[in-house]
């Protein structure tokens, strides 16, 4: 496999991590006790909001199997895309 290809592939799976890391902060969060009182007194079913983050960890979870799942088919035209997506965001943050 060519070397950037690997450092790109790399930097995913580091990305990935990172994103996994931050859904475990999501979990912390709702499991602070202060977090939980808050949202009783605002009157928010807990449970339900519970079910509902536990439903967009696994949609995360599935995107990102589904992203690295995508990059390691197709590599070149990966590192195409993220390449043509970076020169759009640097000519509309330039």
Same mark, same amino acid.
């Given at each position: 496999?060519?070397?950037?290809?690997?450092r790109e592939l790399a930097a995913l799976r580091q990305e990935?991590?990172?994103l996994r890391e931050k859904t475990g902060d999501v979990?912390?969060?709702?499991a602070d006790p202060a977090a939980a009182g808050q949202a009783?007194?605002?009157g928010a079913d807990w449970s339900t909001l519970r079910d509902e983050i536990k439903? +967009?960890?696994?949609?995360?979870?599935?995107?990102i199997e589904?992203?690295?799942a995508g990059v390691s088919r197709h590599p070149v035209a990966s590192v195409a895309a993220a390449?043509?997506?970076? +020169?759009?965001v640097g000519r509309i943050v330039a």
């Open positions: 496999m060519n070397r950037f290809v690997a990935i991590r990172a979990q912390a969060d709702k009783e007194r605002d439903e +967009l960890n696994a949609t995360i979870q599935d995107a589904g992203a690295e390449f043509a997506i970076g +020169l759009v």
